[in-house]
């Protein structure tokens, strides 16, 4: 009969699971040593491409592979072998020959694999909670300039878990910890890529965008926009823009600005008998022309470019006379134009 496992041993499982990604991630060092030197450069180190990691395979890579995966129950070798990856990475920059060059690999590059191996398992096992962690700041994907010899640029992989307890006990701290809100290294391209992430692992499905039009001329903006669809159906789309907007007059105020669009179309057919019927078709079409802004210490205040942007609305009604019929096909055309103002053209 089979007994329900405990949390200690499905804790195992999860971290028998994480390493198994991980070898999968670092690849064989003789077999495939392509992919042992990416998953270095990935990391940030300085491991010239011409590297020949198939002459001298790894010792941590040795160690990674004594872990018996199939069995994550024995404890005891589990955690030993652990040990053992743990021991070797020292010797790893002499076996690349690099160790000038990789003078902190052994002191650095632990915690970074450490923190890898939790935030890869999380982001495929667990991607609603990862997402969430990288939002508030607790998972750091952020970009990191190169720093040579040892580093180059790279996207890093952190656990930052003091902002746990920052969340819990002061949330109103994490956007100026987390995206630098309301300082002079306020990252607002971080905080919609973050929102995008959240939003795709909650199964909202959006994107980004380079932003053109009467936006960029109110606005400085400092990235790419995010795209948020409610709708996106074949005659009606609508949902929210988002922008990240520099600092204006007043200093360290960048922020976010936040737009509605709607874009909808109809057609119906009135039959008035058996020779005449009416064509109506309708369109709506409201972007990029009222909104938000949201700035640090600063009270939400309202944005309006209807005296710049297109709020365009269209009627176009057709009345129609069945070829039995001798007469004249008459049209009448009603739309709005930006400055609101309306025509009808017969």
Partial sequence: MATDKSTFELLIEELGQAINGVLNDIGNPVKSPQTTLYFL???????????????????????????????????????????????????????????????????????????????????????????????IGIFDNSYQPAALPAHIAYKQYRIEWERLIIFLQEPHRIPEIVYGWGTPTYDGKLLIENIEHLLNALEIQTGVYMPTGDITSQYSLSGDALYVPFFDLDTVKAGLEVYPIATDSTPNNAGLAVSPFFIGSAETEIVINENFSLLIKGGLKIDKTTGVEIRPKTAITLFDLTAASAINGSIEVTFRISARTSGTIRCARIYQTRNRSHRINW
């Fill in 41 to 135: 450069r990935n990391l940030g180190w300085n491991v010239p491409e011409s590297t020949d990691l198939s002459s001298s395979p790894l010792k941590f890579i040795n160690s990674f592979s004594s872990i018996n995966l199939s069995n994550t129950s024995d404890y005891s070798s589990l955690i030993g072998s652990l040990k053992n990856v743990i021991t070797d990475f020292d010797s790893i920059k002499d076996n690349l020959g690099l160790g000038a060059t990789l003078a902190d690999f052994g002191t650095k590059f632990p915690r970074q694999l450490l923190d890898y191996t939790i935030m890869r398992h999380m982001q495929y096992e667990h991607p609603k909670i990862s997402a969430f962690f990288l939002f």
